[in-house]
């Protein structure tokens, strides 16, 4: 994994514009995010974050531009590998616990030792009493919880989150912040969308979009900042 | 795949078979098999008792066979362009949402993983497709020659082709990204070439090789190369289609996965509206942005209930106005074929039912929102009331249009025609409305379903068959005149009209 002192882009989107039935989503972004930083992606409703991520995570097609995640087309097999992802709606299993859970998305990606970075983040997580419970019987919060633990039990290269927030107690969101700036600081690129303007605090980036297009790339600061909290 | 990837995979899915075991009752999982091979028996033994008729004549035979084929062949190609169509918004597949985020993003081949949720969709289209099969077999077995067992052969065989042609053609237009242009492009040439098939009596359209199957026992109708080409076309879809599922886009999947499972649950409290709702987001129906026709902007608006039906109508997607014209079209053919079989007024009762679920929107989408309907400052009762003009004029002047059309092939009964087209077009009107009104079954008679099934389950089949069965009676006018006389066909849609209209009353009223 590379170093956070010495940055290399992890990864690079050109051109980037995705349109649903006419209407633009996104329009011809071009960005670049290196090693070893948390980047925050805001923005309005409807601004292109969660369509954003979502082409990063290879789960939507560009229009048109290209994305590359460590090197490799975004969907890609190798791309795939070296990303985690998770949406803004917790999707999970009905039956399997919060530990099968696990040992399945790690297995599929090859990772033998998920038992103690697993166990950290489900005590991290608050879910230790509940861990061999199934997500079916979860409150909104804990389902939540469980699809961050599940994104986060592997290492790779790049972490992509939308709306993490959303539905976590103080703690857990503190909990949350602090495995992303961890993250971040072993060398992967964490990308998180949120409306949430305590986050910028901690980030080393913010992208900000409006209206599917690139406003703004670099240091947060307070014109950032002060965007935020007019949207929330 | 590698090795250890598939035992993960294997060693996962028998986790979540331990775990669904835990939670699931074996009498649940025998009913369930009960219930499937109680329809199945349903519908091979009593649709063609139900369907029987007296034999056709020389003159008739000899109408079925010039004309038989080119009408199946176009049948076959417009279901094929419908399949192609849904094929083209990411039908048929809809894995779970877990398995597009956890298993479809590993780096995993994608066909390893879509390709046994395929093999299992095609194996459950085949065998509906033989008992559907084996079914309309025997019901034709009773009109034409060649005995049962000959014609539950053929059914056996066209069947399962003509399911497996569609799944292939669903699933082929999926795996190979086609877009809804080049799949209406090619479903339209599908039913050109069928049509040209019809017309001059050839044998050269894929939907005639098709279709030529199920009339194998009419005796030296069917070039044996053309059935062969029919099997051919069953086999090579479906192989083409698994062999590229893995290019399926995972776009429509994620979303596919959540509202196939909630439909089901929505279908299984019998919740119409809530299915026709999800429905229409698993098509991927949106109203249009911009309306077919705009309506006059008045200086000040007077009927603005009235208006909001109509503002509504003019945004409906095409597909939408497709479905209903196709639906009332099919209704009305069983319909005029009910003279002779009576029972056929039942499907033709709810195909008009079901487009009415459509037509009466203005109406359901004010109940969707209950508690925004309380914040207007007028009755509500007039509102919701209002609210079903609009339906009422669009549907029973659908009907009319279509009864006048008819009129010169029915050779005449002008007067009949137009008293069971409002009839029938009120009371599915009545019936959908209803349906809407009375919703899923409340949890207290769900709940008493457990402790006295044998009579709250009559109650809840008697509270949710109501409704198309009003549709149905709206189509009784048929059966009488066929049995006594235009006059009293008439007398009867009159009284039909004016119970539809009651019922429509009622139903608008118990919506509050």
Same mark, same amino acid.
């Given at each position: ?19 649903? +039935? ?16 948390? #980047? @925050? /992606? *805001?923005?309005?409703n409807?601004?292109?974050k969660s ?35 998770a949406g803004d709606n917790p999707v ?39 861990? +061999? ?6 409150s909104r919060g804990m389902r939540q919880k469980t699809a961050l633990? #599940? @994104? /986060? *039990? ?7 989150i939308d709306e993490p927030f959303v539905g976590l107690d103080m703690?857990a969101q503190?909990?949350l ?15 998180v969308a949120t409306h949430q303007?305590r986050f ?31 949207g929330e | ?512």
């Open positions: 994994m590379p170093h956070r002192h010495s940055p290399t882009s992890l990864l690079r989107v050109s051109h980037l514009t995705k349109t649903y +039935d006419g209407h633009a989503a996104l329009r011809d972004v071009n960005l670049r995010m290196d090693s070893g930083h948390l #980047v @925050a /992606l *805001v923005g309005h409807g601004a292109g369509t954003m991520l979502g082409v990063i995570a290879g789960l939507i097609e560009p229009t048109d531009g290209e994305v590359l995640v460590a090197g490799e087309i975004a969907g890609t097999l190798p791309a795939r590998a070296a990303l985690s992802y999970l299993y009905d039956d399997l616990n919060v530990w099968e859970h696990l040992e399945y998305v790690a297995a599929l990606h090859g990772v033998d030792d998920w038992k103690t970075p697993g166990r950290e983040l489900v005590k991290m997580f608050g879910l230790l009493d509940r861990a +061999d419970d199934l997500p079916s019987r979860f633990a #599940v @994104a /986060l *039990v592997r290492p790779t290269a790049v972490v992509v703690r503190t909990a912040i602090d495995a992303l700036v961890a993250r971040a600081r072993s060398g992967s690129t964490v990308i303007p910028l605090s901690y980030a080393d980036e913010c992208v900000m979009l409006h209206d599917g297009r690139l406003e703004y790339q670099g240091p947060p600061n307070a014109e950032v900042l002060v965007e935020l909290e007019k | 795949m590698a090795d250890t990837e598939t035992a993960v995979l294997r060693r996962m899915r028998a986790a979540r078979r331990k775990n669904r075991g835990d939670e699931r009752d074996w009498i649940d999982a025998w009913y369930e098999l009960w219930l499937r091979g109680f329809f199945a028996i349903v519908v091979v033994v009593v649709v063609p008792i139900v369907l029987t008729g007296d034999k056709l004549d020389a003159h008739a035979l000899a109408q079925f066979r010039d004309r038989g084929p080119g009408v199946a062949s176009i049948v076959v190609a417009v279901t094929v362009w419908v399949a192609l169509r849904a094929g083209a918004r990411g039908a048929p597949l809809a894995p779970e949402g877990p398995d597009v985020v956890y298993l479809l993003l590993a780096p995993l081949p994608r066909a390893a993983v879509l390709r046994p949720l395929a093999a299992q969709q095609l194996r459950t289209a085949v065998s509906a497709g033989t008992v559907v099969g084996v079914s309309a077999g025997l019901a034709a077995a009773a009109r034409l020659p060649s005995g049962g067992g000959a014609w539950a052969l053929a059914g056996i065989v066209a069947g399962p082709t003509l399911a497996a042609v569609l799944w292939g053609s669903v699933a082929i237009a999926s795996a190979r990204r086609l877009t809804t242009r080049f799949a209406n492009a090619i479903g339209g040439l599908l039913v050109v070439a069928a049509a040209a098939d019809a017309t001059f009596r050839t044998w050269l359209a894929p939907s005639t090789w098709v279709s030529s199957l199920s009339l194998l026992p009419l005796h030296h109708l069917v070039p044996p190369i053309v059935a062969v080409a029919g099997i051919a076309l069953a086999v090579g879809l479906p192989v083409a289609a698994l062999a590229s599922i893995g290019r399926t886009s995972l776009e429509p999947l994620l979303a596919r996965g959540a509202l196939t499972s909630q439909m089901r649950f929505a279908a299984s409290f019998q919740d119409m509206r809530t299915v026709v709702l999800l429905h229409r987001q698993l098509a991927m129906e949106k109203s249009r942005r911009r309306p077919w026709l705009r309506l006059r902007e008045p200086s000040k608006v007077r009927r603005p209930v009235w208006r909001r039906g109509w503002h509504g109508y003019a945004r409906w997607p095409l597909d939408r106005l497709v479905r209903v014209v196709t639906l009332l079209a099919v209704g009305s053919v069983l319909a005029f074929a009910a003279r002779s079989t009576h029972l056929l007024i039942v499907p033709a009762g709810v195909a008009l039912f079901v487009a009415a679920l459509d037509v009466i929107e203005p109406f359901a989408a004010e109940l969707d929102h209950p508690t925004t309907l309380l914040t207007y400052g007028v009755s509500i009762r007039m509102l919701l009331l209002r609210n079903l003009v609009a339906p009422v004029v669009a549907l029973v002047g659908l009907a009319l249009i279509g009864a006048i059309a008819v009129v010169p092939a029915a050779g005449g009964h002008a007067g009949l025609l137009v008293a069971c087209a409002v009839s029938a077009a009120l009371a599915a009107v009545a019936g959908s409305t209803l349906n809407v009104t009375l919703g899923p079954p409340p949890a207290s008679q769900l709940a008493m379903l457990i402790f006295s099934p044998d009579i709250f389950g009559i109650v809840l089949l008697v509270r949710q068959g109501l409704p198309p069965a009003i549709a149905v009676g709206g189509l009784a006018p048929v059966v009488v005149a066929s049995a006594n006389s235009d006059a009293v066909g008439i007398v009867v849609a009159v009284g039909i009209g004016a119970l539809s209209i009651a019922v429509l009353l009622y139903a608008s009223l118990r919506g509050v």
